[in-house]
Every structure is written in C-alpha cells, then in structure tokens.
C-alpha cells in the first residue's frame, strides 16, 4: 500500500514538471546576410516610386515553434550599405538629407515581445531605431519555411512588412519630392546555432 501511494506521488510530480515546463526552448538562428534583403519603396514626385535595399544586414533570432518564451530577434543593417542601383543617388542619400551614414552608421531592430497568432505567424513588437530615434513599433512576421540545407545546416525563413513615416525619425528633408512614406519588407534567412 504504501509503495502504491509513493509510486502515485512520483507520478504526479513528473506530471506537474511536464505540464510546468516548456515543449522546446528556442533556438537561436544567425542571420544569412547572403540570403537575406531588407527592400523599401517610396515615392517620388507623387508620380512613381524609388525601390531600393541594403547589402549589410546582421543578427540573430531566437524561435521555437512551440514556445513564445525566449523568444528574441536582433537585426542591424549598415546605412551606408543602401543600394537603388544608382550611383549618384545612393550618394546622396547617405548624406545628411537622408541616411546622415557618418552620423548613424546603423539601423536596428530589438524586439521585446512575441505573440503568437497562428501557426507559423507571430505578433512582434520592438524598437526600431533609425536616424538616432528609437520608436515602438509592432509588425506581424511569418515563417516562409525552415529545413536542413546542402551543407549540414537547418534555416528558418522569415518575411515581414511594414510602413512607416520617416519624418517620425528625423528625416524630414526632401519631403514631397521624396516621398514620406516608406514601404519596408525583410526577408530573413537565418541558421540555427549548434549547441555548444
């Protein structure tokens, strides 16, 4: 009897452990710069639109697909890396009219919350920081896929859009030729760290 009563014990603390306890902690995935675009669009002259990207593109990301918790993405993009395939006007954006690259060499990403919408789809919400302002700002991002890869590696791909004015950063120049708002799309690429 009583090695019945110790045996329904230890199951039942196993099972609070198990239930207390998370299904699989994040792993965290460094970005593919190689394999990775952060693209804006914005306007011009209220005709068109300029699209252009940046070449220089770091960071990391924690995920897990069954957990929230730990969950993390840091993403910095050098200005000076910005490319509309026009010489003389990527020049001109990195002076003080747009990027100031001397002034801020980074454009940044932290995120402090996750939460999760469906499979495969997440809420985030983090600071971006851009011109020397720092803004809240919350994005939806997708999961475009994630397997093992020719070399021995797993990736997972991420994708997300979002607009915003850049006036609200200090980059007010320009305005209307240059349109204010800016339309931002990152696709990520990114390869799970191997546990040391």
């Known amino acids: 009897m009583k090695h019945n009563k110790l045996t329904m014990a230890i199951l039942m603390a196993l099972a609070v452990f198990a239930a207390s306890a998370p299904a699989h902690a994040a792993d965290t995935y460094k970005i593919d710069a190689v394999h990775s675009f952060a693209i804006f669009k914005v306007g011009h002259l209220g005709v068109g639109y300029v699209r252009g990207g940046f070449t220089d593109i770091a960071g990391s990301i924690a995920y897990g697909k069954d957990t929230e918790a730990g969950s993390l993405v840091e993403i910095t993009i050098a200005t000076n890396s910005v490319n509309t395939h026009n010489k003389d006007?990527?020049?001109?954006?990195?002076?003080?009219?747009?990027?100031?690259?001397?002034?801020?060499?980074?454009?940044?990403?932290?995120?402090?919350s996750f939460k999760k919408l469906e499979t495969g789809k997440y809420q985030v919400t983090g600071d971006f920081t851009l011109h020397g302002v720092t803004k809240t700002i919350t994005v939806t991002a997708d999961v475009t896929g994630e397997g093992d890869d020719p070399w021995g590696n797993y990736r997972a791909g991420f994708e997300t859009s979002f607009t915003i004015m850049r006036s609200d950063y200090g980059m007010d120049k320009q305005i209307p030729a240059a349109g204010d708002k800016v339309w931002i799309t990152l696709n990520i690429e990114a390869i799970r760290q191997k546990s040391k």
């Open 89 to 112: 006007r990527d020049a001109h954006l990195r002076t003080d009219d747009f990027f100031d690259v001397e002034k801020y060499p980074e454009m940044s990403f932290k995120s402090k």
